[in-house]
């Protein structure tokens, strides 16, 4: 990669696509109408925005560009951090969800070198969606899973309340109420088909094994129910009704 004293600067990106589509045959220029670089070649027109990083200026004059045609690329140095990252396949998704293309350029001793990471094309949406269905039945399933609105939107650095940890506090304050019971007593009091998991993996250390087959709370889920009125009001509330009705 270039060496840390050179600055880059937007033109130096120039040169290595000029030569790349030029070799494709393509008529190439810069700075034409506002584009940094445009390619044609018949009637196929391609235009290619320069920047230094992506940044929402360059996604907004990327997407302006595709008024004129659907053969848009953005073009960056290729980044520090590592391209099989998160942030890395995040910002190839908003790319691909944008219809843009995407080429990368590189610094080396022997010279420039540009690569083209993807091209234009549509977005299928339901393919996507396909892609996804665990995650959205996973998303689908934690929502319906909750019995609280505990959590704030936009709220970070704070502990959010999981369907699973709901279901934990109802647990602990089962049997804190009841002292040690079974797990089978526990799901008869609705506590759900992952009692047993909860309580043997015992994830946030609540609970206590007491006998073959029977648990307890631990002190420190004891100490850990306090920070939780709402929730175990709630599970209160709804014991209290599970019982009128048997």
Request: overall charge positive; charged content about 30%.
């Amino acid at each position: 990669m270039v060496s840390k004293e050179k600055k880059l600067y937007e033109v130096d990106l120039y040169k290595p696509i000029q030569k790349f589509f030029s070799k494709l045959g393509y008529e190439v220029q810069g700075e034409v109408h506002h584009c940094d670089v445009v390619a044609l070649k018949n009637d196929e027109l391609i235009v290619v925005e320069l920047k230094l990083s992506l940044t929402v200026d360059l996604l907004m004059q990327a997407t302006k560009r595709q008024k004129l045609t659907d053969q848009v690329y953005i073009a960056i140095p290729k980044p520090k951090y590592k391209m099989n990252s998160k942030k890395w396949h995040d910002l190839c998704h908003l790319l691909k969800r944008l219809e843009l293309g995407l080429i990368i350029v590189s610094f080396l001793k022997s010279g420039p070198k540009m690569e083209i990471c993807f091209s234009p094309q549509p977005f299928n949406k339901q393919r996507n969606k396909n892609y996804h269905v665990r995650k959205r039945k996973k998303l689908i399933e934690e929502m319906m899973g909750r019995n609280v609105n505990y959590n704030v939107g936009g709220s970070s650095k704070t502990k959010i309340m999981t369907a699973y940890k709901e279901n934990c506090i109802q647990i602990a304050s089962l049997l804190e109420r009841n002292g040690p019971m079974t797990p089978r007593a526990l799901r008869q009091q609705g506590t759900g088909e992952k009692t047993l998991s909860i309580l043997s993996k015992n994830y946030y250390g609540w609970f206590e094994k007491v006998n073959r087959g029977v648990y307890t709370i631990s002190d420190v889920g004891k100490k850990e129910l306090g920070n939780f009125p709402e929730v175990v009001n709630h599970f209160l509330v709804a014991e209290a009704k599970h019982n009128e009705k048997h």
